[in-house]
Structure formats: C-alpha cells, structure tokens
C-alpha cells in the first residue's frame, strides 16, 4: 500500500534554539518544507530521515539547512561499533544498582555480589537488562521492581499525566491543557505497522514484531517514571522524543534511555535485522549548545544536506565551529554569516519525471501527475515541486500525493 503524503509547502517561523530557555526568536529565522503524511510506510519515512526529514505526529518537515539559523543535521549512531564510555556506564551502573540495592547501596560502580578477580567486559544489552523485572533470577528480589514494556504508540491518561508533569516541572514550561495536543504530537502517527523479518528466527517476547510507532513505558514499583516515543524502521530504531518525573532526575534518565534505545537496536540487529543497525537521535545541532550532547556517543555520523552521504562527526566539527552552514560532501558550498540565500525557486521537473508522480484525484482516483491540471495553479505547482525536491525523485515516484 503506498503512502499518502499532502504537501504544505515552504514555511518560516521563529527559534527555540538560538533563544533563551523557553523563549523563541523575534524573527521568522527557521525555515524549512512540510507536508502532511496520510499514510505513510516504514521504509518511505526510513528514506525519508535519509534525506533529512522528521516527523512530529503525523507532520513531517525538513529544514532548509542553507537559510535557516540553526541548522539541524540528522545524526546516527552505529549501535554495532559503539562501545559506552566510562560516564555512560556509570549512568547505567547507577541506575541498575538503585533498582537491585535501594539508596543506601547506591554509587557508579556496578552492583554488588561476589567480586570476580577480573570484572568483565561492559556488554551493553545485558547491562541494560540486569536490573529489569523480567531479567532478575526469582531468588534475589530486587529492592525496587523495575519493569520496561514496548506497546504500539497508544493515549492514556496516565501518560498524559507524566507529559504534564515533565512540561512543568522539567522544561519549565506551561503544562498542556488538554490531551489533543499531546495525542497530536506524541501519540498519532502516519506509519503502516510492517511484518519485522527476523533472520535468526522468532525474537524474545521483549523485542518488537513490527516496524512502526511505539511507546517505551519505564515502571518503578508500578508507577509510570518514564515515557519515550519510538520508530522501529527498517534501518534504524528512531528516537521521537523522551519525558520523565523529575524525582527521577538525578538518575539521568535521557542518557539512560538513550543507551538503553542503542541497546534495542543493537539486539534486534543480533537477533536477525541485518539492516538495522543504527540509533537516529534526531537532529544535532551545533549552534546550540544544549543539543550537543548527542554528539557524546560514538561513533555517530550526520548526514551532509546535499549529496546525503554520511560523515564521520570528529571530521565534520572543524567545518560547523567555522560556519553557519556546513556542508560535509562539498566544504567550499559552506556559508558563514550572514550569509543567507534568498528563499528558494523549486526546480521545474521533467516532463518524463511527471510521469511518474502519482497524486489522487477526485474525480479520476489515483493518476499520474501529467494526466491533472494541478501544474497548472501556481499555489499547487509550487507545493509540489518543493515537496519533490525535498523528497528527491526517486522516493517521490514511489508515494501518492493528495491534496
């Protein structure tokens, strides 16, 4: 079944990067391209965070990185070739010897038991899983029951609860009044659950079936600490967004559930998805400092806005300390400020290519592009060729456009 995308065309609003804490720019300084995803299969959107896209709910965008002040590049983590640092073994030692030992015992090294003349080696999957319910051997009950549960992207009132909590409590910010906006954001979701091919043959009950959109509850003695919303794609384990109570700060928990997201990627890459094997953490963004912390796993790779190769972060630092814009593929097409482009005239596509972008219409059902008058209405003609540059072509002949 094919996707469903209605493009919305180019947009300009203000910052919350470039601005203090809960604040946004004075001016419309971020811009980028959107549509509105109807349906839309995992292997499009993987081919569409390949090419720089994001999605929030059902809405989907991508910067233009060459004008926009903060420019946002997509950045991935090889889960096979990452090895955690001592800090971020800590983070998991800390947590593990919490949930296993209570308070009193608590500290950063791993927990306690009978001391091996040489400790082994940090295994990121099974550290990950030492201190879930699950996990613990019937006959030494841990002092806290902490259970993690991966269920398709679903509304609850509970979860909206935590949601509210974390707005006020952690961001600082007004708590969302009514549950529409954060089913919106966090709960609905364009993607088309797709059969997950193990190689390796049927998966341990923990790991997902499906590719498609979930959520990835954290419980401590029953109640609701944690909340991070997932795409399982094709090629990688897609980081949405992450909230938690703020009586679990000090544990860290955002860099908890990152190491614990690689480690999901990582065992359903061993148990037979050859493919997937990166952690997408979003966007990094190197004009801002708070963002950066992404770059603190390695080794991770962004994605060079224009030709869409992949590059080593290390080797693409002396470029973003030097310039606004960076360009990873072709360092002489970087800009510095102020250099910002005028916005952008979509190209005109071929009349060969047009033959193969299919759209919806009313009347005639799914026809290719050629056969409308759609090019015919500027407002139209530029919707869609804004959304097929973003798109490139290919993965374009490969959707159904609506409007």
């Not at 979930?214 to 419980?219: G, I, K, T, V």
């Amino acid at each position: 079944m094919a996707s469903v995308l209605s493009p919305v065309g180019y947009h300009d609003s203000t910052c919350g990067y470039c601005s203090p804490s809960g604040a946004r720019s004075a001016a419309a300084s971020s811009h980028s391209v959107g549509l509105t995803a109807r349906r839309l299969t995992c292997a499009d959107y993987q081919a569409m965070l390949d090419r720089g896209w994001r999605r929030s709910g059902d809405y989907c965008y991508k910067p233009d990185m060459r004008r926009t002040c903060c420019p946002q590049y997509t950045i991935r983590l090889d889960v096979c070739a990452f090895a955690p640092s001592k800090k971020q073994r800590k983070v998991v030692h800390r947590w593990n010897r919490y949930v296993l030992e209570g308070d009193a015992e608590m500290s950063d090294g791993p927990p306690r038991g009978k001391a091996p003349k040489q400790p082994p080696p940090f295994a990121l999957v099974g550290a990950t899983h030492t201190s879930e319910a699950a996990f613990c051997a019937a006959d030494a009950p841990p002092k806290h029951r902490f259970e993690v549960t991966l269920e398709p992207a679903s509304y609850t009132d509970e979860k909206f609860r935590l949601y509210c909590h974390y707005q006020q409590h952690v961001h600082n910010e007004p708590a969302e009044r009514s549950p529409g906006g954060f089913k919106r954001f966090l709960v609905e979701s364009p993607l088309e659950p797709a059969p997950i091919p193990y190689a390796a043959g049927a998966p341990p009950s923990h790991l997902p079936r499906t590719y498609g959109s979930y959520h990835q509850l954290y419980r401590v003695d029953g109640a609701l600490a944690a909340l991070a919303v997932l795409d399982v794609l094709p090629g990688c384990v897609s980081s949405v967004y992450f909230v938690y109570g703020a009586a679990w700060a000090r544990f860290s928990l955002g860099k908890l559930s990152a190491l614990r997201e690689a480690a999901l990627a990582r065992e359903m890459h061993e148990h037979g998805c050859a493919d997937l094997r990166f952690l997408y953490m979003g966007f990094y963004i190197h004009s801002c400092q708070k963002m950066r912390y992404k770059g603190e796993y390695h080794p991770s790779f962004l994605l060079d806005p224009e030709e869409y190769t992949w590059h080593a972060l290390g080797a693409c630092t002396p470029l973003l300390d030097a310039h606004r814009y960076a360009c990873f593929a072709h360092p002489a097409h970087s800009l510095k400020d102020p250099d910002v482009p005028p916005e952008p005239t979509p190209e005109d596509l071929a009349q060969e290519d047009a033959a193969g972008i299919m759209v919806y219409h009313r009347s005639a059902g799914v026809v290719p592009l050629t056969r409308t008058r759609y090019m015919q209405s500027e407002y139209i003609r530029e919707l869609i060729l804004h959304a097929i540059e973003g798109l490139g072509v290919d993965l374009a002949k490969r959707v159904v456009f609506a409007f």
